[in-house]
């Protein structure tokens, strides 16, 4: 590697089984004196990281780890304060000359809380390199055996569909629709896809030895729908134009 001090690095971890990291990513982290990861923190529910499993499992040494502690909470502010406060050790790590990582899972680019720590290091004129990784809805693909997408499909990304009128609509105007941070749609999902039938792809924990995947809407009914699941619809064949 060349020298790769003084500069931040963005790591993707990948969705989840720590052999999706690309070789990049790993030489990046195995480098790295300090390594910086998300980490959820409850009063309720305790500290839980999906990253730290990932790290750990990859080999990573627990001195070069250091969580970002981030509430459980809908509240912008609170994530933008957690990433302010990274973004002030950073500042020490690379006056310091450390070589810095900030990881994500999934890709590091694609809804990932790194973004609230770019704007600093932009205003500052830190320089950072950010290194892609597997998104957790291309391993869906992958678990569902199934293309996402051929030809001219359109294909619609959706953390935020906010009623089940609103999902048809997208359907009709789109082949496949990945939904991410489903929250909004857990309580009517189930009911959505008996009545209009789309194709069913979904996956709670994907690459994990959480991992649970179905493409029976009725087993969604009783189910607690967690945070990290996606759920891929497609057109059937015969609604196609
Ligand atoms: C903040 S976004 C992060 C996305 C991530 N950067 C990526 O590239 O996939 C979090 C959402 O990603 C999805 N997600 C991430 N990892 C997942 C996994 N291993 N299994 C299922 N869903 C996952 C869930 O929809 C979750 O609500």
């Not at 059937?236 to 134009?241: Q, R, S």
């Amino acid at each position: 590697m060349a020298n790769t001090k003084g500069k931040v690095y963005g790591v993707s971890l990948g969705p989840g089984d720590p052999e999706l990291i690309t070789i990049k990513a790993l030489k990046t982290l195995q480098h790295s004196d300090k390594i910086y990861y998300p980490a959820s923190v409850s009063e309720k529910k305790g500290n839980s990281s999906f990253s730290l499993p990932i790290l750990r499992e990859l080999g990573l040494n627990d001195l070069q780890l250091h969580p970002i502690p981030l509430k459980m909470s809908y509240d912008r502010s609170e994530a933008e304060g957690a990433y302010y406060a990274l973004f002030e050790k950073i500042q020490e790590d690379i006056n310091q000359d450390l070589h810095v990582s900030v990881v994500s899972e999934g890709d590091i680019s694609f809804f990932s809380t790194f973004a609230y720590l770019l704007k600093h290091l932009k205003a500052n004129a830190i320089s950072y390199e950010m290194i892609p990784g597997v998104p957790a809805f291309i391993l869906a693909g992958a678990k569902s055996k199934l293309p996402i997408c051929t030809l001219s499909d359109k294909v619609l990304v959706d953390p935020n569909v906010d009623s089940p009128e609103d999902l048809l609509k997208r359907l009709q105007e789109n082949d496949t629709i990945v939904l991410m941070k489903v929250s909004k749609v857990k309580d009517w999902i189930a009911d959505f896809i008996l009545e209009h039938q789309p194709e069913l792809f979904y996956g709670e924990y994907l690459g994990t030895d959480k991992e649970f995947i179905t493409d029976d809407a009725e087993v969604l009914r009783d189910r607690r729908i967690p945070y990290f699941t996606i759920i891929i619809l497609k057109k059937l064949k015969k609604d196609k134009g």
